[in-house]
Nanobody, 116 residues
Framework: VQLQASGGGLVQAGESLSLSCAAS????????MGWYRQPPGKQRELVAT???????RYSDSVKGRFTISRDNTKNTVYLQMNSLRPEDTAVYYC???????????WGQGTQVTVSS
């Protein structure tokens, strides 16, 4: 499975940004897709995941501000990020796997920087 992420960039606090990630290869290994992030000097953490059936899982820190969605016909996952905060600054990684708790595949990271 190959994951190609796009989006990201530099925004000011309160603004919005969107990410997308297209998967290619074995779709049977992409029942779950999602996003993780790694803030500077910290460990990688969950942002949000979504299954092919539409079940979602969010980190408490982004609930109500971020929305994950996917287009199964395109095997693509999206992350709409609203009301961005400086603490959202991180490298965001696209991920996929057979389940939300077994994310075996990772894309290249994309930088999101939120200035105050």
């Amino acid at each position: 499975v190959q994951l190609q992420a796009s989006g990201g960039g530099l925004v000011q606090a309160g603004e919005s940004l969107s990410l997308s990630c297209a998967a290619s290869g074995s779709i049977f290994s992409t029942n779950a897709m999602g996003w993780y992030r790694q803030p500077p000097g910290k460990q990688r953490e969950l942002v949000a995941t979504i299954t092919r059936g539409g079940s979602t899982r969010y980190s408490d820190s982004v609930k109500g501000r971020f929305t994950i969605s996917r287009d199964n016909t395109k095997n693509t996952v999206y992350l709409q990020m609203n009301s961005l905060r400086p603490e959202d600054t991180a490298v965001y990684y696209c991920s996929a796997g057979p389940s939300m708790f077994s994310m075996n595949y990772w894309g290249q990271g994309t930088q999101v920087t939120v200035s105050s």
